[in-house]
């Protein structure tokens, strides 16, 4: 209170000199705390950006090459080959069950050896002869003559081409490379298998159809309801103790942590209803529980969001409750609806924990082919194959990770955009 | 008739019954030498209505029907091959029975095409031929409630009848249900939990496991005895390390300083980018974090630890998992912060910058003490996503029930325990998988304190300024 005069005793007080050393360094040293606190604002959010940065450079660093695969040049003498086979047979529709039986494995590990060396069977893939099955059944001819094919190398070599493994696959992939037999390609299977026990053979496409079906039945089950449920809340629901704990009840289950859900799954669903272990029926049931609430409160906002004019306007000229609501609200709410849907079921695609308590966590090698056939979803086979010793399945984790954050990375983009567009300023 | 058949066929009745009752309340509108408008008032409701009346009518009893068919029908089928002359072979003990009923069942229905037991090939004949007539049997009552049931609504179908009223006092029963499904749920949360802790509770003392500090289910479930086994105090100690204390200590620092940098400091172009890269944070799905912490945090703690020489530590610390939740925590801290830092009157700004003060110096001692209940209220809710946090703490904190203060040691949490004791085989009546029922429980419990501590405090703030 400088300045300011004091009246008590006559004697008066100079104003501040704001010029003088003691004041300007005051002032420094605040305008630096001012600076320092600021700093350490843009600081805060550089270091989270900086983390979100190193999680993905990491993951896109040890995943990329999941996407590539070594192969191995082997060449074939198919008419001199131990074949057991009828070129005729193979115009049927069962040339894969006659080139299953047609001593094929025998064949490509005796070429390989012939070929790279006597422990050359050691350094293609224990499934190469897969892919001379394949070859065959594009291109029958080919058993008339001598073809080279690319045949995926093995875990060991596939390794050693991308860095790190035992000095004797080193030693192998130099040779090999050295003779130029060696070339990576993109691993197709990566997209189109399932799982499996040897890291170079392992693919993603069972799990994302596991995640898929799971998807769908917790759509079916949790857009209608949740929307229902916004519905009833938002615009009929009288004012009394029922309704409210409707309300309690749907913002607690908003926040109950997810495994409990998978605990009322695990004794409900299975344990009470019997129903089937695995399946991606339980799976989407347990989520749809998950998400309904989710969809509930960004439907409550977005009904909220219409005015009333909207609605008053549609009563005056006759409409009856309902017809306003759902001739007019709704309609005008459903890109709101549609964006919080969105968001919750990309949350729900990134769920993991109460999918392994009922039991989605089993090894699957085959995609299901119904939401009652056990499966194994995205983010739940990115867990079992993190947990695998082997070191291949680092890359194929990380490249499994990348695919998971693709996927929500588009549907986050698409609520983004839906918001964008399609929100209205009243 | 399989199910999909005759689910199909009713739905197509129902299509029918909603066109014909339309031509019908339409043909019933069209008086001859009127005009439009006084054609409409002729009819109650829109034929529309009358349409969607009648096809409700054909639908929802056969439908339902239907429904309760399918889960009696199983009861009725075994009784009716039970008293077939081939079951005379059946054995009386009842779980051989069991076994050779469900086999001749997957037989008949060509789930399987071996048999363990061979008297289960005699009773394939009568299963079927059972299940023909009561499938058969539900398929022909179902029709005929359909039909029964469109028939009754549409002879109703008048001018002035009131179609509209009748079907809209259905839709709203649909919203009420639709709504009440919430109740359900937590209904069936608290049930399933409550009840399979009691039977745990029969088996160990509460007081046992709610103070107990020894936990070590492996040790009961191998025949030592229940006592001294479920002691859940290292499990809340690891829990409230990780998610209270570690992630807590990285997410309010960088949460609150971002939101206040981004709400106070950052302009609106910087704005429109950076707070979409801090909600992407929140958007990683949890098994991508603790991947990320399994393979690059937690390996280069330990290799700190030691070159540090701090002793105890692990390859699955507390540290590393703690981290990596606080960083998937920040964009929550961060939201909250923001929410109530915007939500102070801009006056209350304008009156601190008025009389001299810096932009910090406004922030420290205006802002941050009027928006201090909405950021506890957040820090709350954020502690209750911690805590409830599954695959970051299952793949990166231990399973080693310690006590410790080390953050380099490994401590074991609720979650990580309720996943590791229910996933594997089991059965479902010994303590240790019922264990997991009462920790979540606990769970349960604790977080919704939280949330309604949170939204209290969150609630009562608001009040003071709107």
Sequence with gaps: MTGILSEGNGARRLPTDWKSDAMQRRIATRYASERRFRAIGLGAIILSAGFLAFLIVSMLGNGLSGFVRTEVAVEFDFPTAPIVID??????????????????PAVTSGAAKAALGEDGDSWIGSHAWLTVRDAIKDDPSILERRETLYLPGSADLDLAAKGEASAEAEAAYARLSEAGVIKSALNIDFLTASDATDPTQVGIWGALKGSLFTMLVTLALSFPIGVLAALYLEEYAPRNRWTDMIEVSINNLAAVPSIIFGLLGLAIFLNVMHLPRS?????????ALMTMPVIVIAG?????AVPPSIRDAALGIGASPIQVVFHHVLPLALPGIMTGTIIGMARALGET???????????????????TDPATV?????????????????????????VLLIFLLGMNSIAIYLRNKFEKRW | MSGIAIVTMILGLGVIAWLSARAKASRLAAVPGKDKLQRSRALHSLPSYHGWYVALWVLLPALIFLALWSNIMPGLVTERVMNDPAAQILPQDSFTRGAILGEARNLARGATSVAFDQRSRTLV???????????????????????????????RVKTDFRARTRVERIVMMSLLLASLIAIVTTVGIVASLLWESLRFFSLVNPIDFLFGTKWSPQSAAMGYGNDDAFGAIPLFW??????????????IPLGLMSAIYLTQYAKPAARAWLKPILEVLAGVPTVVYGYFAALTIAPSMRDFAAWVGIPGASSESALAAGLVMGVMIIPFVSSMADDSINSVPQSMRDGSLAIGATTSETIKQVLIPAAL???????????????GETMIVVMAAGLAANMTLNPFASVTTVTTQIVQLLTGDQEFDSAKTLAAFALGLVLFIVTLLLNIVALHVVKRYREVYE
Excluded: H
């Design chain 1, 87 to 104: 070129a005729a047979t193979l115009q049927g529709g069962n040339a894969d069950m006659v080139l299953s039986n047609a001593n094929l």
């Design chain 1, 279 to 287: 399946a991606s029926l339980v799976g989407g049931l347990t989520l």
């Design chain 1, 300 to 304: 409550r906002n977005a009904i909220k």
């Design chain 1, 353 to 371: 924990a109460p999918l392994l308590m009922i039991g989605m966590r089993a090894f699957i090698a085959s995609p299901p082919g119904g939401i």
């Design chain 1, 378 to 402: 995205l983010p739940v086979q990115i867990f079992l194959w993190s947990d695998e010793v082997s070191r291949g399945f680092v890359e194929k984790t990380s490249a499994a990770i990348i």
């Design chain 2, 125 to 155: 004949e009568p299963y079927r031929a059972a299940e023909r007539f009561y499938s058969l049997g539900g398929a022909v009552v179902a029709l005929l409630l359909a039909f029964a049931g469109g028939a009754f609504a549409f002879m």
């Design chain 2, 238 to 251: 690891g829990t409230i390390f990780i998610g209270a204390i570690i992630a807590m200590a990285v997410a």
């Design chain 2, 373 to 387: 209940p909405g950021v506890v209220g957040g820090v709350l809710l954020a502690v209750s996503r911690a805590i």
